[in-house]
T-cell receptor, first 114, second 112 residues
């Protein structure tokens, strides 16, 4: 059974720092991996989607990498801003035919201090 | 713009009552999903559908049911609400396995 772990559960850094969020998964056979952002009381917003054949994806100040063989993904946030404060979730999609459901980690709650 | 909406956004009900949560998407996606989010458990899949008349159970489906009569809607029904079903419920949709899942804003359900 696929399990997804995100460490640390919470992270607090001063504004302007570059930071890395970690995601690990137990089964390297995945279809793709997504990073989401969730603001308090709100739904999930997709940030980056990495297909199993890709090594990384970039969007603005965000860069996500994927190493399937080691079961790891990282989300790099450059020049952090207070508006980046949110919970960040990673989720993997199993490769089985028709299995489009996602398996989520429990998230990292990020606080950027002005 | 296409979107996915949920209603109601907040609901308080009593144990034993039947409750239906609505999910409507205008993406014209075939694939729709219901998750619940709880502290300590993260997001867990309740039910999902790959198209009209298709429904499948997720990992926490006991006490829940769904039906898919058209592409746009996937209502989630709690047959007899229990306090353990107090949670935040999210609906999502996607076009294909290679595509991202788009989430609704969530419904906070309290069962007293």
């Amino acid at each position: 059974k696929q399990e997804v772990t995100q460490i640390p559960a919470a992270l607090s850094v001063p504004e302007g720092e570059n930071l890395v969020l970690n995601c690990s998964f137990t089964d390297s056979a995945i279809y793709n991996l997504q990073w989401f952002r969730q603001d308090p009381g709100k739904g999930l917003t997709s940030l980056l989607l990495i297909q199993s054949s890709q090594r990384e994806q970039t969007s603005g100040r965000l860069n996500a990498s994927l190493d399937k063989s080691s079961g790891r993904s990282t989300l790099y946030i450059a020049a952090s801003q207070p508006g980046d404060s949110a919970t960040y979730l990673c989720a993997v999609r199993p490769p089985s035919q028709g299995a489009q459901k996602l398996v989520f980690g429990q998230g990292t709650r990020l606080t950027i201090n002005p | 713009d296409a979107e996915i909406t949920q209603s109601p956004r907040h609901k308080i009900t009593e144990t034993g009552r039947q409750v239906t949560l609505a999910c409507h998407q205008t993406w014209n996606h075939n694939n729709m999903f219901w998750y619940r989010q709880d502290l300590g458990h993260g997001l867990r899949l309740i039910h999902y559908s790959y198209g009209v008349q298709d429904t499948n159970k997720g990992e926490v489906s006991d006490g829940y049911s769904v039906s898919r009569s058209n592409t746009e809607d996937l209502p989630l029904t709690l047959e007899s609400a229990a306090s353990s079903q107090t949670s935040v419920y999210f609906c999502a949709s996607s076009e294909s396995p290679a595509d991202t899942q788009y989430f609704g804003p969530g419904t906070r359900l309290t069962v007293l």
